[in-house]
């Protein structure tokens, strides 16, 4: 099945520094998504972004579908940016794979 | 626009048991998908409902079971319970399941002692 490997799986930040999170997957999909999975478990959606470059505020997202990655880029980093970032890919048939998560702290 | 709901949000329950979570999903949603997060294992889909039936299916045992009413809400349940069963229980929706943007609920936090 598809593989979905996120890069780094740590990630300490002092406040106001910019990252760069990773999501490479080995095949064709229907669907790419970002979350940031808050410390209550929920999973917010941050970009639907099956291709091309969304922003959002201070956080971005692009998606180079023919080269199967995606990027997170995250500028002007808060605490509360603290949490797990997921991608998700969908293969099809409304089934999310999910990477491993990428744990971000960010320090006052 | 409501979210996705989820009830209860946390429960404990004695190895052997079963147990009944809900999900009631965005209005107009009609897909609902499940899925498991565990410490080892991460986040796993169990299976997803389109109009009242299942279309997709993850790798868990029979014992996992799930339902899709006519207006959408989704039950799933888990029989026998066993330790390894503790985990969040995380449900979904979205518009038409494939190629939509995915909802999350909060959750349902379930430990099996």
């Known amino acids: 099945g598809i593989q979905v490997e996120q890069s780094p799986p740590d990630l300490i930040l002092q406040e106001g520094a910019n990252s760069t999170l990773r999501c490479n997957f080995s095949?064709?999909?229907?669907?790419l998504q970002w979350f940031h999975q808050n410390p209550w478990g929920q999973l917010i959606n941050l970009f639907y972004i099956p291709s091309g470059t969304k922003q959002n505020g201070r956080l971005s997202a692009t998606t180079v579908a023919t080269e199967r990655y995606s990027l997170l880029y995250i500028s002007s980093s808060q605490t509360t940016d603290s949490g797990v970032y997921f991608c998700?890919?969908?293969?099809?048939?409304?089934?999310?794979?999910f990477g491993q998560g990428t744990e971000l702290s960010v320090k006052p | 626009k409501a979210g996705v709901t989820q009830t209860p949000r946390y429960l404990i329950k004695t190895r052997g048991q079963q147990v009944t979570l809900s999900c009631s999903p965005i209005?107009?949603?009609?897909?609902v998908s499940w899925y498991q997060q565990t410490p080892g294992q991460g986040l796993q889909f169990l299976f997803e409902y389109f109009s009242e039936t299942q279309r997709n299916k993850g790798n868990f045992p029979g014992r996992f079971s799930g339902r899709q009413f006519s207006n959408s809400r989704s039950e799933m349940n888990v029989s026998t319970l066993e330790l390894g069963d503790s985990a969040l229980y995380l449900c979904?929706?979205?518009?038409?399941?494939?190629?939509?943007?995915?909802?999350f609920g909060e959750g349902s936090w379930l430990t099996v002692v």
């Open positions: 979904a929706s979205s518009q038409q399941g494939s190629g939509n943007t995915i909802y």
């Open positions: 095949d064709s999909v229907n669907n």
């Open positions: 209005s107009g949603h009609r897909s």
């Open positions: 998700a890919v969908e293969p099809g048939g409304g089934k999310l794979i």
